[in-house]
């Protein structure tokens, strides 16, 4: 089941199109936002709150059509803006609940429920600061608050790590793998930090030029074309890579003691291939696993021209002597 499906959605601004006849369905989940600047990314997120209205194409979210009833949609949406967004003289716990009162929530239901969000958050003990006093990462946990304190069914995420150092990183990351996994509520996390996507998504979509180019789980979108195999050796000698050869396995990269090699068969017989391989030259294996693309490697792929919109190629091999 889908949380959103946007069928040639067309999206200007004047001249410029931002959303060029996108059609993707968004998965339950929680998701990665991909795309360089002007990718289209924000103005997706836009659309999906009904804060901008497509030219061309139709969609919907949690069930609702994006133009016809975008109050219903944003009453079942939390957002998390990449700008700051408190009301300087307001204390956190006053912030969160006055947001809970504009998404439809009794006054008093709000406040019980902003102290809570906010325990949640780790700032039950500064609550009742004024938000303007509290440090960015801070701040970006006051934000992440008053996009939960409603109780959502779809959480958008605006690059919630910006300006945070490695620690409040660490956090913030902590809270959303927890609201999404922990909690089941489904996320659209937009973000041009690939690292954060990993940690927290499983699946991921890639929009280039207001197009989408790649889409998929991340685990299936690492995965390459004949499943090659990466071993690092504790240590190598010259008599390991002839023995691979004799034994019918070809050597895609080289650079010891971590070599990538294709074999025929399956993964598991190539593991046992390779072990025989290092025993007979007399070396010991320290890590041997399933080769996979890293997302960066997905990424610019995906961005590149001339790739196809959806599909994502095995990248080159180069051998490095």
Known sequence: MSVASFNSLVVQYGSFVALNSLSVEVPEGCTGLLGPNGAGKTTLLKTILGFVSPVNGSGSVLGHDIVA????????????PEQD???PGMSAVMFVA??????GMPKAQALRRAHEVLEYCGLGEARYRNVETYSTGMKQRVKFAQALVHGPQLLL???????LDPRGRDEMLDLIRSVSHGKGLNVILSSHLLPDIERTCDQVM???KGKLRAQGLIKDLKKIANTPIDVELKETNDAFLPALVRAGAEVLTVKAPQFRI???????EGIKLVAACAKEAGVQ??????AQRSLEEIFLEAVSDGKPPTAIQAPPVLIEN
Not at 98 to 103: F, N, P, R, S, T
Not at 285 to 290: S, T, V
């Open 157 to 163: 995420l605006d690059e919630p790590t910006n300006g």
């Open 262 to 268: 294709q074999t025929k068969g399956t993964i598991g």
């Open 285 to 290: 294996i320290r890590g041997i696993e399933e």
């Open 98 to 103: 006055y947001a809970g009162e504009l998404a």
């Open 69 to 80: 009833e975008g109050k219903l949609i944003r009453q079942k949406i939390g957002l998390m």
């Open 85 to 87: 967004c408190h009301i």
């Open 206 to 208: 890639v929009l280039m």
